[in-house]
């Protein structure tokens, strides 16, 4: 099946804002294997000039992704989500993504075209604050799961 393309341009905004937590930005650093202090102690990021403990860079992809998710797994969308392939991931920074944040991802379906036959197709999520102001912007690259054959 075929990714719609009456998607591509429209905004689909999150189902719910993502709450950044403490405990979240740790777990993502952890992950990461990243032991940077202001990831991990509200005293270290607050001597760095935050307000409290700073998310790793790429902390942005985890709020995009709860974006374009569920375009994935809409059949009328038509990309599926078993196969896909992770290409690239592009992030455009207005200011760092703090513990306390609470994030409201929009994401777009940018440009569809493809590669080895495959659909691709990238994702445009722009993350605002509470306040409305823009916080960073996750391009997200992904290549569709390979079509089966046919018997």
């Known amino acids: 099946m075929a990714v719609n393309r009456a998607y591509l341009g429209r905004s689909f905004p999150a189902a719910e804002p993502y709450e950044v937590t403490r405990a979240a930005v740790r777990a993502f650093a952890d992950a990461i294997g990243d032991p940077h202090p202001v990831y991990h102690r509200p ?82 999520s722009l993350l605002r604050d509470a306040r409305g102001a823009p916080v960073a912007t996750v391009l997200t690259t992904l290549l569709a799961p390979e079509a089966a054959s046919a018997p």
Not at 59 to 78: Q, S
Not at 109 to 124: I, S
Request: glycine share 8%.
């Open 43 to 124: 005293e270290a990021a607050r001597e760095a000039g935050h307000p409290d403990l700073v998310a790793p860079p790429t902390f942005a992809a985890l709020v995009a992704g709860n974006a374009y998710w569920p375009l994935l797994e809409d059949p009328a969308f038509g990309f599926g989500t078993e196969g896909t392939v992770h290409l690239a991931q592009r992030f455009e920074y207005v200011r760092p993504i703090h513990a306390g944040d609470t994030l409201r991802a929009e994401v777009t379906p940018e440009t569809l075209d493809t590669q080895a036959g495959r659909d691709r197709v990238v994702f445009r």
